[in-house]
């Protein structure tokens, strides 16, 4: 579905806010949702061959990192650690961390090699000719988010309904159900087996 015909099909559901709105603050507001969406139900999945240099320890990466799969630098795997715990945490030599578009490991190499790193990251709505490429059935689930955002102002009168209470409470309860069905395949999969 293109960014713009999701907006149009939620501004009706706005009513008489829907004149406060322009078309921009919406889409501001449906980008921040579509990134939200994506750490709770990460979806697009990379995979990437880093080139190990000897004595450096941080290498960068194309795209934003949001969840782990794999990480093996000479078919040694690694796990994944916040940043203060990277070289804090002495029980475990095999750690790495991610900032600011960079994955760094708590060990520096002593000889060129290579790495794998497979992980969910994020993707970014650029304009409103762009198209939201989560599956169908999370429509609804960005749709909640969204009016959840949008009605984020508070009310002139304190006795009427917190609107964005309401579609948050709506969004995680379809984030729960979302996550137990999980049905949709991440996209961007490279692999040499055919799907049957």
Avoid at 27 to 45: A, C, T, V
Avoid at 55 to 82: A, C, E, M, R, W
Avoid at 137 to 154: A, G, Q, T, V, Y
Wanted: aromatic share 12%; with cysteine.
């Amino acid at each position: 579905m293109l960014v713009k015909d999701f907006i149009t099909k939620t501004r009706d559901d706005l009513q008489e806010k829907s004149e406060q709105w322009s078309e921009p603050s919406l889409l501001l507001k449906l980008q921040e949702s579509y990134i939200d969406l994506q750490f709770d139900l990460p979806y697009f999945i990379a995979n990437e061959t880093i080139a190990i240099k000897k004595g450096i320890s941080s290498y960068h990466i194309q795209k934003h990192f949001l969840k782990d799969i794999l990480f093996k630098v000479s078919n040694l795997p690694y796990n994944y650690t916040d940043m203060e715990n990277l070289f804090t945490k002495n029980n475990s030599t095999n750690l790495y961390s991610y900032q600011a578009g960079e994955i760094i490991t708590n060990v520096e190499y002593s000889k060129d090699t290579t790495a794998q790193l497979i992980y969910k990251y994020q993707k970014d709505i650029k304009n409103e000719n762009c198209f939201i490429e989560i599956p169908t059935n999370w429509h609804k689930c960005l749709r909640f988010l969204f009016m959840s955002k949008i009605h984020e102002k508070p009310t002139r009168n304190t006795k009427e309904r917190d609107l964005s209470k309401h579609y948050l409470n709506l969004y995680n309860i379809e984030v729960i159900k979302l996550k137990s069905q999980q049905k949709a395949r991440a996209k961007n999969i490279q692999t040499k087996y055919q799907i049957i």
